[in-house]
């Protein structure tokens, strides 16, 4: 999925299984998930050293920050353990 708006800075969700936490929570494919923890995640990189850090420090849950279309960002705690 690409972004065609160069303002908007962020993951970009591809696919989401509806059993997952994320999925049980609303997310959805074409949601930008613009932070993670507070850390701010411009690439899929940033995103995934934002996971591991949250993994490595023992936390069970992340704070994402979401954009969904034209709507205020919003924030959704997403558990990690059933991944």
Known sequence: ??????AVRGVV???VDPNSDAGQKG???GDIILSINQTVTPTPEAAATALDA??????????????????PPAYVGVDLAQQ
């Open 27 to 29: 997310l959805q494919p």
């Open 54 to 71: 949250a993994r490595r420090s023992g936390r069970n849950t992340v704070l994402l920050l979401v954009r969904r279309g034209n709507t």
């Open 13 to 15: 969700v591809a696919s």
């Open 1 to 6: 999925m690409q972004i065609t708006d160069a």
